[in-house]
């Protein structure tokens, strides 16, 4: 007889044939809990390999620091965009506002949204689109429950199922984390297209899958591992098996937990400042 996958546990799994037929049917529900395909004895045992698992596997995802993008100004002096003085009259501002800079340069008039759209979609080195029709993400082809979009601020528009693409639109700074998420879950690439914010939270808003996913989603923020590990636990009492995916998302921690009639995103940070994941709709 197998053991309890706990290995500080050890507990061995009971003839569960054997125990029926002296006390019957209700027995059918010891020891069958399953997490990740393994056996567990008890809801505690789950809650600490998972608490464990997530604890040591850290390294996935990690972003790989390589030379700095250029400077937004210096991309907007570069295409002629702006003067020098009107770029430090900007920069000025921006210390009393707490303005971005490309906000400040169009509230001030020395450059238009889509010059600095522009500028940051080259600073990225991603598509931008000025004009977007809201109404195809409406009905979009994209099987992504709308808290998964939500999530992560990447709206989904149209989908390539031979290369496995998506086209997504958001804002900047592009959620790099958000994407590595994206691959991570699905096994989807994102190709992304800036948007203003303006038409991102139009977009965000209006966002609806073709069809509804036959299977209830949640997506949650959690502050601690711990909290996860619970409520994954908890799912895994009920539905008796569950699968779990996860992976790092800079200061944020990804999961998809699957169960057979239900789906949890859940985003696991200690900080609540803005990253590539993020956990509600932000202004970047």
């Given at each position: 007889?197998?053991?309890?996958?706990?290995g500080r546990?050890?507990r061995?799994?009971?003839?569960l044939?054997?125990?029926e037929?002296v006390?019957?049917?209700?027995v059918?529900?010891?020891?069958?809990?399953q997490f990740?395909?393994?056996?567990?004895?008890?809801?505690?045992?789950?809650?600490?390999?998972?608490?464990?698992?997530?604890?040591?596997?850290?390294?996935?995802?990690r972003?790989v620091?390589?030379?700095?993008?250029?400077k937004?100004?210096?991309?907007?002096?570069?295409?002629?965009?702006v003067?020098?003085?009107e770029?430090?009259?900007?920069?000025?501002?921006?210390?009393?506002?707490?303005?971005?800079?490309?906000e400040?340069?169009?509230?001030?008039?020395?450059?238009?949204?889509?010059?600095?759209?522009?500028?940051?979609?080259?600073?990225?080195?991603v598509?931008?689109l000025t004009?977007?029709?809201v109404?195809?993400?409406?009905?979009?082809?994209v099987?992504?429950?709308?808290a998964?979009?939500r999530?992560l601020?990447?709206?989904?528009?149209?989908?390539?199922e031979?290369?496995?693409?998506?086209?997504?639109?958001?804002?900047?700074?592009?959620?790099?984390a958000?994407m590595?998420?994206?691959?991570?879950m699905?096994?989807?690439?994102?190709?992304?297209?800036?948007v203003?914010?303006?038409?991102?939270r139009v977009?965000?808003d209006?966002?609806?899958p073709?069809?509804e996913?036959?299977?209830?989603?949640e997506?949650?923020?959690?502050?601690?591992?711990?909290d996860?590990?619970?409520?994954?636990?908890?799912m895994?009492?009920?539905?008796?098996a569950?699968?779990m995916?996860?992976?790092?998302?800079?200061t944020?921690?990804?999961?998809?937990?699957?169960?057979?009639?239900?789906?949890?995103?859940?985003l696991?940070?200690?900080?609540?400042?803005?990253t590539?994941c993020?956990a509600?709709?932000?202004a970047?």
């Amino acid at each position: 007889m197998p053991r309890c996958a706990d290995g500080r546990c050890g507990r061995w799994r009971p003839n569960l044939a054997a125990l029926e037929r002296v006390a019957g049917a209700s027995v059918r529900s010891i020891g069958a809990l399953q997490f990740n395909g393994l056996w567990y004895c008890s809801r505690s045992c789950v809650e600490q390999a998972v608490r464990a698992g997530l604890t040591e596997d850290r390294t996935y995802g990690r972003r790989v620091v390589g030379l700095p993008p250029l400077k937004l100004g210096v991309l907007l002096r570069h295409a002629g965009a702006v003067t020098q003085p009107e770029l430090d009259s900007a920069l000025e501002a921006t210390a009393r506002t707490g303005l971005k800079l490309g906000e400040q340069l169009e509230r001030l008039g020395y450059a238009t949204a889509e010059e600095v759209l522009r500028a940051l979609a080259t600073q990225a080195g991603v598509k931008y689109l000025t004009t977007f029709d809201v109404s195809r993400v409406e009905r979009s082809p994209v099987p992504l429950p709308a808290a998964t979009v939500r999530a992560l601020g990447l709206v989904p528009f149209e989908a390539d199922e031979v290369l496995k693409k998506l086209y997504v639109v958001c804002t900047a700074p592009v959620p790099t984390a958000a994407m590595r998420a994206l691959v991570r879950m699905t096994g989807w690439a994102p190709e992304i297209f800036l948007v203003t914010d303006s038409v991102f939270r139009v977009a965000l808003d209006a966002y609806r899958p073709a069809q509804e996913p036959l299977r209830s989603h949640e997506a949650l923020t959690m502050t601690s591992v711990s909290d996860a590990a619970a409520h994954v636990a908890n799912m895994v009492a009920q539905a008796r098996a569950v699968t779990m995916q996860h992976t790092e998302c800079d200061t944020y921690r990804w999961f998809r937990v699957n169960a057979a009639q239900h789906v949890s995103d859940l985003l696991v940070t200690a900080t609540r400042e803005e990253t590539g994941c993020q956990a509600e709709l932000t202004a970047h």
